[in-house]
């Protein structure tokens, strides 16, 4: 918001955000507008979104890189990559349904050693959350899954059939930051000796019955539960930690990595990543870039997300 402002740039259009209004796309990209400001990527580069989502970002970046650009665009659910491909139908990207944990072998398979910039945008879309049948949320009943790649690793409802009281309890501390941890957990012990828990309705339900609702409602109850359960289902800070280590090799001398989060968790450990090897990464972002009022307004899933970018100063030896 206040880089449009200093550059008196008009507000980007739907469109031009990367939505495609006649679609029914719901997932709408965070922070557009600092995300081309940082990557600042230029015409011929090559570039890897390795979270292409709903191809809105890749599709904004995509248009700065031409002519003679390449765009791989990663994700590790195969039905979002299909919503990009609609979005951005262009033969020339490279679409890799990847975790980006795996960034190494996807360049080398491409024989591609390294890049000008990496986009990460973490979490998860609109368009996965408001799937009942991928069981991200509590507002709809389905079945209890919430992976981001459904073709490997196993549901939530098998997590919750066979994790300990203890390990429970600290999934639901450590990653929700629950208060009633312990207490959630011993209901799910106790509830799951007498019936299979298999849909999000169901743990919802018991969620509600373990966690008071906080003063003045504005949170669901069971959201701090889903949350810690999605993010450990998908082991999503250890593959943030192994693609944080990775991007030093990935990059050009001069290349740029962007990584957007929504955690507390996740931003502590870009922020450490960048800070930790300052003569090989230079941090561009001191404090991480937040989106403006006017994105908040419309699009609420900008309140929480936190932009931090830097740059490859020299290669690793
Ligand atoms: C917030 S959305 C990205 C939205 C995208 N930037 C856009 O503009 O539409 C996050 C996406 O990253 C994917 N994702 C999350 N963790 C991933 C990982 N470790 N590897 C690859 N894709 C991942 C999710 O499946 C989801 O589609």
Known sequence: M??????????LSLRERGV???????????????????????PGQTIVDATAGAGGHAALLWQRIQPGGTLIALDQDPSMLAIAKQQLADPRVIWVHRNFEDLPSVLDDLKIPTVDAILADLGFASDQMSDPQRGFSFQTDGPLDMRLDPTRGEPVSALIRRLTEKDLADIFWQYGQERFSRRVARVIVETRK?????????L????????????????????RVFQALRIAINDELGALERFLQA????????GKVAVISFHSLEDRMVKQAFRKMPTLIK????KPVQ???????NNSRARSAKLRVAEL???SP
């Open 194 to 202: 007498k019936t299979s828990i298999a849909t999000t309705g169901q």
């Open 247 to 254: 991007v030093p090799d990935c990059l050009n001398p001069g």
């Open 2 to 11: 206040l880089l449009r402002f200093f550059f008196c740039i008009p507000p």
């Open 291 to 297: 989106a403006g009022d006017e994105e908040t307004r």
């Open 283 to 286: 941090e561009l972002t001191r």
């Open 313 to 315: 100063v020299v290669r």
């Open 20 to 42: 495609n209004p006649e679609r029914n796309l719901v997932h709408i990209p965070v922070l557009p507008t600092e995300v081309l400001h940082w990557l600042a990527s230029q």
């Open 204 to 223: 919802a339900e018991l969620v509600c019955r373990c966690v008071p609702r906080s003063k003045g409602h504005s949170i669901h109850p069971a959201t």
